[in-house]
């Protein structure tokens, strides 16, 4: 019975707490971005809120084989299988996610996915480890550096995306949240870290209101037929 059911384990991070400027800013509905003085190591997050609900934010976060049509920064995107979750992406196949190999990417449906992406017009190689987790509380992904991509610069990198349903009595929004840590290697100039800190947390976000917003209108206009 729920009575003796066991109760659902608590969310695997902390929100920051939103200083009194900020929380005014997320609810006019700007988009709010911060970073603490990141050294060599350090932390920052967005946030904002969308005209959408959270299944329509979850099937864009997860629609990875459109990041390239979506995400200006992103050139390509290699799925792989997730078999050998211990082992680096090099130890997996590509797979195809019209042959039926690769994980169901959808809301509500737990997740585990590898993924190699091309950036910028660098084509900078970039592989990554995402957990996707619908939770009462809100669903969050959390993507981590593949250890095959840590090099001299980068050392450790980590994300997580989660959302909240119908923010602060906001009926019809959802507050996205993406939450960020980074470790870079001593070599690097302090100039050059403070400048890709700056434009990264953007670039990896700005797409994502307007992809929403649209796909969220669309689902309301097929609704209506």
Sequence with gaps: ??????????????LPALDSDQHRRVNAGERV???????????????WDV?????????C?????????????VREVVMYTNTHLKEDYRAEKPVDFEDGTAAICKHGVPSVTRAQFSLSKFR??????HKYRPHPKGDYMIFTLDPASRNMALKYAKGIWY????????????????????R?????????????????????TTWLKPQTETAAELWLKDRKI
């Design 1 to 14: 019975s729920a009575a003796f059911s066991l109760p659902r384990e608590p969310l695997p991070f902390k």
């Design 33 to 47: 971005q911060f970073q603490d003085d990141m050294g060599r190591a350090g932390s920052g997050f967005v946030v």
């Design 51 to 59: 005209k959408a609900p959270p299944s329509v934010v979850w099937d």
């Design 61 to 73: 976060l997860l629609d990875f084989q459109s990041y390239p049509q979506t995400i200006p920064t």
């Design 124 to 129: 900078l190689k970039i592989a990554a480890l």
């Design 163 to 182: 959302t909240q349903s119908n923010p602060e009595g906001k009926e019809g929004y959802t507050r996205v949240w993406l939450l960020c840590e980074l």
């Design 184 to 204: 870079v290697s001593k070599l690097l100039p302090q100039w050059i870290v403070d400048y890709a800190a700056s434009r990264a947390m953007p670039r990896a």
